[in-house]
Nanobody, 126 residues
Framework: QVQLVESGGGLVQAGGSLRLSCAASGRTFSTYAMGWFRQAPGQEREFVAAINWGGFTTNYADSVKGRFTISREHGESTTFLQMNSLKPEDTAVYYC???????????????????WGQGTQVTVSS
């Protein structure tokens, strides 16, 4: 049984930083692409960042490029999202997702991910 558990969310002032973690269990995740998505109140869930199975290719939403960094250690089951220079518009529930994909890039489309965590709240105050 695949389980993804996010942690690291919280309340931070604008300009601050947070580091989210996604601990995966139940499979060998070395062939899985991992993604982060977020959903603000009243809005649809949107792509934030993704990393491919080997951890050597990443892609980001334009809104977070240069501020957020997704990472993982190859063969390890934890994925991270380092968030710097946070803005109030980054406030959302952040979700980790996993998809078996031992090739290419991590998907940007949420519907391509089979497994999801329960989410962690990030609140950025102005």
């Amino acid at each position: 049984q695949v389980q993804l558990v996010e942690s690291g969310g919280g309340l931070v002032q604008a300009g601050g930083s947070l580091r989210l973690s996604c601990a995966a269990s139940g499979r060998t995740f070395s062939t899985y692409a991992m993604g982060w998505f977020r959903q603000a109140p009243g809005q649809e869930r949107e792509f934030v960042a993704a990393i491919n199975w080997g951890g050597f290719t990443t892609n980001y939403a334009d809104s977070v490029k240069g501020r957020f960094t997704i990472s993982r250690e190859h063969g390890e089951s934890t994925t991270f999202l380092q968030m710097n220079s946070l803005k109030p518009e980054d406030t959302a529930v952040y979700y980790c997702a996993a998809e078996s994909r031992p090739y290419g890039l991590g998907p940007r489309n949420q519907y391509e991910y089979a497994y999801w965590g329960q989410g962690t709240q990030v609140t950025v105050s102005s």
